[in-house]
């Protein structure tokens, strides 16, 4: 088991920087993040910029319905910072290499005949976007790559938490299961604020089990959590004061904690220490005296706007978001009901899960839900699982309800595995079209200057709604120093007026498996400018779904070849491939799903009279 255990401890990072790889891009709710890490990188922090120009910085032209805290955006620019400069000074841009998610290909759209050839031009190509770094995608995955890094550090230090307090043989189901859930992994390297907050909770969760080798006594390291926790919801999620009230209800009523010595205590140190970094950086940041987490309180719970983006059902969480994060269903089926049944293991389940799930119960309360504003208590879930899965294994031998739990445990954890890694990771990396098209319209500007014998001068672009949603960053544009310009205005009057749409050589709209449709950009565009000429010089498909394949019916998977090539080359292919036609053989009986895909946005190119 320790060999095992060691495994699984390499696989859960490389997991993570596998999901990067294949989806290096961003929706919007991770833009303010992604887009403040650009600009901190680009431009600096704008307290320390002469002559601030506000129209450089994203926050300031699209300040989203709350403000977020840009800490963690100032902490990724920080630390890419010197491994951009490292990396320039041992190989110059310009010098070596190319990227291998660069501006100029975009393998999604490409044919198999077009796409790398193999593992070798893979390598090569990574070999290149490592010590460059030169391209604003690759700087994009540097960021995240680093987000991913923090969150993988974290989880391994819980995991090694678990394994000094309940054994290898439970820390390594842990490690198995954690691994094997498809959000936490993709996600892990995804620059939201839960994402930034998540690193400190499990951090703050692994000081709350019972490991007698390296604390200093069990009220320190009580302190020590809840001061974690505490300063993760200042800075980061506000949601988390309600776990950090469920925590020290439990801690107090146990007696684990003392009321004053350690809740008081880590709760003011935590309040006065979170709220000077968040107000500090923030006031700098957005030019006002600001507690950005104190504004979303206030917008989302007190003025209940975040009905605004749906309201779900009191159970959601349970029945939806826990299910689906958990990911495989035996966990919550036969290994959490068996570690509470059990003596040996019901001690330590109850701290894992009373506090965790009263978070969730109290949590529900807010009509409008979301999957990650729950994450934090995954570790602790996953954990209790584990003490489940643990007994079972060790009790293989002494029962047959044992042995053949334990056994569909394994069978079940594969099986999740390999749902995360084919089928949910390629269909996820499928749906950032805004991305592609951008790429795609580089490429195709790029290649008609190259058809004319000339050098590629800039053009103005048009970021239609859709694709601002679905992957567009700042880190994916090109520089304005090199002639490009990019708009994303949104007001409707605006879009009505003909000189808007005039200084445009290309526009990215939404598109269809209809050809007639236009959406509402592109109609406004043809009633400004009717007389004016567009061509559509790209499409770009987009995930729509997923197919179940029947035994008997072949498989296609253009969608997952493409994607995978962008990685790996056809040896890629080929081995997803084999993997997926033996797993539909021998573990599914023929049964299979695969991507859908239809049409979601399309370049239009401007045709202008010589």
Known sequence: ??????????????????????????????????????????????????????????????????????????ILAKLSRPVIALSNAINPPGIAGGSLYSNGTDHLNLSEAEAPSGIAVALAKFSNYLPTLSNGADRQILARAILGLYNAFALLVYARGVRRSFGVVVATWYLAFQGSQFHLIYYASRPLSNMFAFGLTTLAMRYLLPDSMIRIGRSGDCRLSLLLLTMAGVIFRSELAVLVATQTLFLLITRQARFFQDAVYAGLLGLVVGLFATVFTDSLFWDRLLWPELDAFLFNVVSGQSSEWGIDPWYFYFLNALPRLLLNPLTYLIALPVALRQPATRQPAIPLLVPSLAFVALYSV??????????????????????????????RSRSLFARIASHFLVLSTLASFLLSNLVLLPASAANYPGAHALNLLHRHHNQAAAGADSQPNGASVYLGNLACQTGVTRFLQQPATLGWHYDKTEDEATKSLGTFWDKFDYILVEASA??????????????????????????VNGFAGISILRPGSPADGAAERKLLSMVGGHRAVNLYEQLRDSVRKVVL?????????RPKLKVLKRVRGN
């Open 1 to 74: 088991m320790r060999h095992v255990f060691t495994f699984l401890a390499i696989l859960l990072p490389t997991l993570i920087f596998l999901h990067l790889l294949v989806a290096p891009y961003t929706k919007v709710e991770e833009s303010f993040h992604v887009q403040a890490t650009h600009d901190i990188l680009v431009h600096g922090f704008p307290a320390d910029t002469p002559d601030l120009d506000h129209s450089n910085y994203d926050h300031f032209a699209f300040p989203g319905a709350v403000p977020r805290t840009a800490i963690g955006a100032v």
């Open 366 to 395: 807010i009509p409008h839900k979301e999957w990650r504003f729950i994450i934090y208590v995954i570790p602790s879930l996953t954990t209790a699982a584990s003490l489940g899965a643990g007994y079972l294994w060790t009790h």
């Open 514 to 539: 209809d050809p007639e449709y236009k959406d509402s950009d592109e109609t406004q565009l043809r009633d400004a400018l009717p007389d004016s000429i567009w061509e559509t010089a790209e499409t």
């Open 589 to 597: 009986r023929g049964w299979w799903v695969e991507l859908k895909m």
